[in-house]
């Protein structure tokens, strides 16, 4: 199968230089290089293959066979590759190519079909001691809440926060387990100021 890295040494460049052409990072490279280039966008394609002196169309081969590659290689039975991503932003979809650092092995039995799943590593010491900085949530996306849980939202505007988040008719709480951080209440008219991106389904911690 062709081979983004070995081609771009064929033809001297650094993986700066060929981010510089690409328009993208030169971490987005590397993760290029190592197969993580489904959801590339098309402008892009066509840069990438400018540089490497390719057609487009091997991107679109490369696309189509980087999972099946993968599953041959490493996804273990009844498990599936679920993005991580950097940040919850306004405007930026979860699974938008920029935004995912990597893909994590998730076991089937957790997605449900008709949901789409991210992972997202918690920041801060807001939910400890149950969710400490740097542990990674499991979140199915969806804009509504049937019961009180924990929640990725989005506030004003602002990255994603993972709190407990209680929905009532006139009211929004959002709970820190941190008892330094108060809860923040949304009232009426400032409830349109949250906006629920997730249900948090399962928390992973690295030692």
């Given at each position: 199968m062709f081979d983004l890295k070995q081609r771009r040494i064929e033809l001297g460049l650094?993986?700066?230089?060929?981010?510089?052409?690409?328009?993208?990072?030169?971490?987005t490279i590397?993760?290029?290089e190592?197969?993580?280039?489904k959801n590339m966008r098309k402008d892009r394609i066509a840069k990438y293959a400018s540089a490497l002196k390719v057609p487009p169309s091997t991107f679109l081969e490369l696309e189509d066979k980087s999972e099946s590659r993968l599953t041959a290689s490493d996804i273990r039975a009844n498990t599936k590759p679920v993005p991580l991503v950097g940040r919850v932003a306004a405007g930026l979809?979860?699974?938008?190519?920029?935004?995912?650092?990597?893909y994590i092995l998730t076991d089937c039995e957790l997605l449900h079909e008709g949901y789409d799943y991210f992972w997202l590593t918690v920041k801060g010491d807001s939910m400890e001691p149950e969710l400490h900085d740097g542990d990674r949530v499991l979140v199915r996306e969806q804009e509504t809440l049937e019961t009180e849980c924990y929640a990725v939202v989005r506030i004003d505007g602002e990255d994603g926060v993972v709190k407990r988040v209680r929905i009532d008719r006139d009211r929004i709480t959002l709970t820190s387990v941190n008892p330094y951080y108060p809860p923040?209440?949304?009232?009426?008219?400032?409830?349109?100021?949250?906006?629920?991106?997730?249900?948090?389904?399962?928390?992973?911690?690295?030692?």
């Open positions: 650094t993986m700066l230089e060929v981010a510089k052409l690409v328009g993208v990072s030169e971490a590397s993760r290029y190592s197969g993580n280039i979809s979860c699974h938008a190519e920029d935004n995912i650092e990597g923040r209440v949304f009232e009426h008219e400032q409830m349109n100021d949250v906006a629920v991106v997730g249900k948090v389904i399962q928390s992973q911690r690295s030692y």
